[in-house]
Structure formats: structure tokens, C-alpha cells
């Protein structure tokens, strides 16, 4: 009778060598965070980009080997914040709302993953489309109680030693307005061997003397340290593709990197329930997604992408109660700005148009939205509109109303409410939602990231397809 036993150990030592050949050690690790970006964002870009822009690719990284969806809820909150979101990105913990790298108590500090992709020798760089100051990046350094507490933030970026930043700029730089003895983030960061620059030729001579850290900023930045949206960028403009590239070329090195890379805008055209500008800041997160891609297919035996977002903002739909089965995508090719553009556009237009007509006021809603002209107007519609325009046109300040990142007022809010309701998308709120956000990873370890996660496993699993612990 033949013993079993060979049998067994031969494969047993299958399994063993198995497990051996299977580490994941990813030298080159991007973390996308498209802020607010739940799949209906996802997937009205999608629709946008197929339907409108006959792109053939559209948005790539929905078609990543590895689909999953992750729940983002806070310690103290289903319904969470960005800072909050933030540190459990970063650090694989949860906290208390509005908390950035401290435990739910704010008593003990949490540290992030690019920290400790440092201390293992890889250079680091992040990235956002807002100010480097806010709750999303400051949680891969910084550690306060507030996410308010944007001086404090810049200071402690200062002392991370990280390889390079890129953003809007900063929220403030000088200190609290009015605040003259604390020294500026400028002289500061000079003193820590910082270098700031606010053009790309100028990374590249930075770079060229053997200079570290660097941190760039817009040139011209948009309100609140950010860059433009994507539906306001001219060619002139920096775009997220623009500073993911120029990262890979500062970070590359045989040791290694670790680059987030924030869509932050996605978040506040969200907030504002602008349809058109969502989509438009979701296929430009997509594009600087796609420069990791590149680099990917040149090193596919070391790379590791994973795309996420941090919560849903807006409750965003495909569908509305008006359209009911009806979408029309296509009209949205008609809005020219976003609703934080066409605010100002209206304002100015009062300035210097104190006396014009409705039908003045028609004209130029639809040279930036095409309401009245490609988008026909019900009546019920106009009257909505002439409404906003006598509230405009009969205050003393314009009307002006203060939302989550911008300002606006009636004849911009009834505008782009109305192209959304015709182009068949709804909103249920202008705060976050507790829905889970997807998730899209490629590379070395991607199959750590495959069944239903939390937002707090994904830096974990990181590490671990990193070799890190």
C-alpha cells in the first residue's frame, strides 16, 4: 500500500512556495482621493464623456482590474467630514468629526502612512487641487484638533520632511488676520530648508540644485488657495494631470515613493449641487489618474494605484423626479462655467449693467448655461428666473449668499438648478451623505483590496502590499 504522505508534503511545499511568491512589495504607491466622489459621480462623468465628448476612454479607472466600495462613517458621526475621512485614510484609524491625526479623544497622536513610507526611505509628495492647508492632505502630516486651524497645519507640514507639495497655495500663510508677531509659513519653511515656487520651471531648478523639500503653488489660484475648476481652466491653467507629472519626475528614484494625489474641487462643486462642474472635475481627476497609469505600464512588477474617495458629497443621482426615466447628459455641454463662475459673472453684469432688462439678463444666461436658447424655458421656469432677477435687481448686495466653498445668489442658484433638473440629475443634499464610496486599484497587491472594505483598511493593506508594517 502506497503512503499518502509524499503526496501531502509535496503539496505542502506547493502552498508554501505559493505563499512566498505571493508578497506584495510595491515600491511605487499612488493614493487617488477623489473628494466626495461617490459612484454616481463616477458614473454621470462616465455617461458625460461617452455621450458629449465621444471619449473612447473616458473614466480609465473604472475599468481597473480590482472594483470594490468601502464605508467611510466617523467614530462619533455615520455621516462624516473630510477630516475625519482623512486621518482613517492616512492612518487607518477613525476619529472625532473635524479631528485631523488624533485619536477620537484628540489626547494621542496617529500617524500616517506617508510618514511612514518616509521613515522606510521613499520619498513622498502630496498633491491636492485645493490649499495644501485642508482637511484632506493636512491629514497625511498634520495633527490638531481642529481642521480650521490652517496656520498650525502649514507649521506642522514644515516638519515632515516630506519631498514635495503641490496645491492652490495656502489659507493662511501670515497667521490669524490681524496677527503680526507669528512669523510667516514663507520664513519659516526657509528656516526648515523649504523652497517655494509657484512655477514648474522653477521646480525643475530647485530640483536641479539638490533642493528638498519643495512646494509649489497655482500661480494664480482660485477662491480659497484652490485651483480653477476644470470648466473655468483656460489652456494657461494648471491642471491635477499637471502637478501628478510633474511629482513622478521630483519623487522618482529606486527607492521608492508614495504620492496622494486629493480631487478636492469634486467635493465643492458637490456642495454647490452643480452638476456640470462635477462631472468636468471628475474626468480631470481621471486624467491625473491616468499619468499614474502611465508610469505603471513602465514599471507594472512595482506599482500600486488605488482610487477612492473619502464620502459622498451631495447625494447625487442619475434620475429626478421631474425627468423620471429620462437623462439627457448631453445638455450639460451647454454650461460654460461653474455656478461659483456665473456668480460672478452676474455680479459684474449688475455692476455694470444697473438698468438691464430681464430679457438682458435671459442673453446672458444663455451664453453661459444656454437656458433660453439651446435649453428652452417653461413658463413656470421663467417666472422662477424673473423672480431671482427682481430679488438681484431690487437689494443693495446683489443678494449675495454664502455656501460651503463659495458664494452665489438667486439668478445663479435657480439657473443651474434648472439645467440639472432638465439634464435629469438630482441632489438630496449640500452636506455629505453616509453612502459607500467606491474603490479601483491596479498593481502589485491588488488583490488585498477585493471584497468590501472600510476606509480605514485601505492604508493597512497598503503597507502590507508595500511590505510595510
Not at 438698468?355 to 446672458?364: E, I, K, P
Request: charged share 20%.
Amino acid at each position: 500500500m502506497r503512503t499518502k504522505y509524499p503526496i501531502f508534503l509535496y503539496l505542502l511545499a506547493l502552498l508554501l512556495v505559493g505563499c512566498e511568491t505571493t508578497k506584495h512589495q510595491a515600491k511605487y504607491v499612488f493614493l487617488f482621493i477623489g473628494d466626495g466622489m461617490g459612484v454616481s459621480h463616477v458614473t454621470a462623468a462616465q455617461l458625460y464623456a461617452d455621450s458629449v465628448l465621444n471619449d473612447t476612454a473616458g473614466i480609465t479607472f473604472t475599468k481597473f482590474p480590482v472594483v470594490s466600495s468601502s464605508t467611510t462613517y466617523a467614530a462619533n458621526r455615520f455621516i462624516t467630514c473630510s477630516a475625519v475621512a482623512g486621518t482613517a485614510l492616512s492612518t487607518g484609524y477613525k476619529t472625532s468629526i473635524n479631528t485631523i491625526g488624533l485619536n477620537t479623544s484628540r489626547t494621542d497622536t496617529l500617524y500616517s502612512i506617508a510618514k511612514k513610507f518616509k521613515d522606510s526611505g521613499r520619498k513622498v509628495a502630496i498633491l491636492t487641487s485645493v490649499s495644501i492647508d485642508h482637511a484632506t492632505p493636512a491629514a497625511f502630516y498634520a495633527h490638531v484638533k481642529s481642521r480650521n486651524e490652517y496656520y498650525q497645519i502649514a507649521r506642522q507640514m514644515l516638519k515632515s520632511g516630506y519631498d514635495f507639495f503641490a496645491s492652490g497655495g495656502l489659507l493662511q500663510p501670515y497667521g490669524l488676520k490681524g496677527d503680526t508677531l507669528s512669523p510667516s509659513i514663507f520664513d519659516l519653511g526657509k528656516a526648515y530648508g523649504y523652497e517655494f515656487t509657484s512655477t514648474f520651471s522653477g521646480v525643475d531648478s530647485l530640483v536641479k540644485l539638490g533642493t528638498k523639500p519643495i512646494v509649489y503653488s497655482s500661480p494664480n489660484p482660485a477662491p480659497g488657495s484652490s485651483l480653477n475648476y476644470e470648466i473655468d481652466r483656460t489652456t494657461e491653467g494648471v491642471s491635477l494631470a499637471d502637478i501628478t507629472r510633474k511629482a513622478i519626475e521630483v519623487v522618482n528614484n529606486p527607492n521608492g515613493f508614495f504620492i496622494m494625489v486629493e480631487g478636492g474641487k469634486i467635493d465643492w462643486a458637490a456642495h454647490d449641487n452643480d452638476a456640470a462642474t462635477v462631472i468636468h472635475d471628475v474626468i480631470a481627476f481621471s486624467r491625473a489618474v491616468d499619468v499614474a497609469v502611465e508610469f505603471y505600464r513602465k514599471n507594472p512588477s512595482q506599482t500600486l494605484i488605488l482610487v477612492t474617495a473619502d464620502h459622498e458629497t451631495g447625494g447625487f443621482s442619475i434620475g429626478n423626479r421631474s425627468n423620471k426615466y429620462d437623462v439627457h447628459p448631453a445638455l450639460l455641454q451647454f454650461q460654460k462655467v461653474s455656478k461659483e463662475q456665473l456668480h460672478q459673472i452676474v455680479h459684474e453684469f449688475r455692476t455694470s449693467n444697473p438698468r438691464a432688462t430681464f430679457n438682458d439678463l435671459l442673453s446672458l444666461l444663455n451664453q453661459y448655461t444656454g437656458l433660453s436658447g439651446s435649453i428652452q424655458l417653461t413658463d413656470s421656469e421663467k417666472e422662477v428666473l424673473r423672480k431671482a432677477y427682481l430679488n438681484v435687481y431690487g437689494s443693495n448686495n446683489n443678494a449675495e449668499e454664502v455656501t460651503t466653498y463659495s458664494k452665489t445668489d438667486p439668478i445663479s442658484e435657480y439657473a443651474i438648478q434648472i439645467v440639472n433638473q432638465k439634464a435629469g440629475f438630482g441632489w438630496t443634499t449640500g452636506s455629505h451623505t453616509g453612502q459607500p464610496v467606491p474603490v479601483y486599484v491596479i498593481g502589485v497587491g491588488q488583490e488585498l483590496f477585493a471584497p468590501m472594505l472600510d476606509n480605514t483598511d485601505i492604508p493597512k493593506k497598503l503597507l502590507e502590499a508595500s511590505g510595510l508594517k
